[in-house]
Nanobody
Framework: QVQLVESGGGLVQAGGSLRLSCAASGRTFSGYHMAWFRQAPGKAREFVAVITWSSSSTYYADSVKGRFTISRDNAKNTMYLQMNSLKAEDTAVYYC???????????????????WGQGTQVTVSS
C-alpha cells in the first residue's frame, strides 16, 4: 500500500507556470508506476501524464504535450508535474495516482490505478 499527497496547486495567470508535487509514503516508491489525472468542474476525470517507476518511459495527453513535463525523484519519494504555458482550460483538480503494475491495462485510464491522492486545485486565470 502507498499513500499519496499532492501539493503545489494554486492560482496562476494564463501563460504562467506551476509545479505540482506528489509525495508518497508506505511501500517503496520506486516500485510504482505513477500518473497525473485532472478533473474540471462538471467534467469527467481525464488523463494527463504517466511515468514508469524507473523513469524509463513517459506518456502525455495530446492536450498537454509540449507544455507539461512529468518526472520523479525516487530518493525523495516524490513525483512532479511541471506545467508551463498554462491555459484557462487547464483549470482543474489535479490528482496523482500509482500502481505496482499495469497488468496489461492502458496506463492512461484511471481504473488502472488503485492508489490516489486527495488532489490539489489548479486555477488558471485568463
Amino acid at each position: 500500500q502507498v499513500q499519496l499527497v499532492e501539493s503545489g496547486g494554486g492560482l496562476v495567470q494564463a501563460g504562467g507556470s506551476l509545479r505540482l508535487s506528489c509525495a508518497a509514503s508506505g511501500r517503496t516508491f520506486s516500485g510504482y508506476h505513477m500518473a497525473w489525472f485532472r478533473q474540471a468542474p462538471g467534467k469527467a476525470r481525464e488523463f494527463v501524464a504517466v511515468i514508469t517507476w524507473s523513469s524509463s518511459s513517459t506518456y502525455y495527453a495530446d492536450s498537454v504535450k509540449g507544455r507539461f513535463t512529468i518526472s520523479r525523484d525516487n530518493a525523495k519519494n516524490t513525483m512532479y508535474l511541471q506545467m508551463n504555458s498554462l491555459k484557462a482550460e487547464d483549470t482543474a483538480v489535479y490528482y496523482c495516482a500509482a500502481t505496482t503494475s499495469w497488468y496489461g491495462q492502458s496506463p492512461n485510464v484511471d481504473h488502472t490505478y488503485p492508489y490516489w491522492g486527495q488532489g490539489t486545485q489548479v486555477t488558471v486565470s485568463s
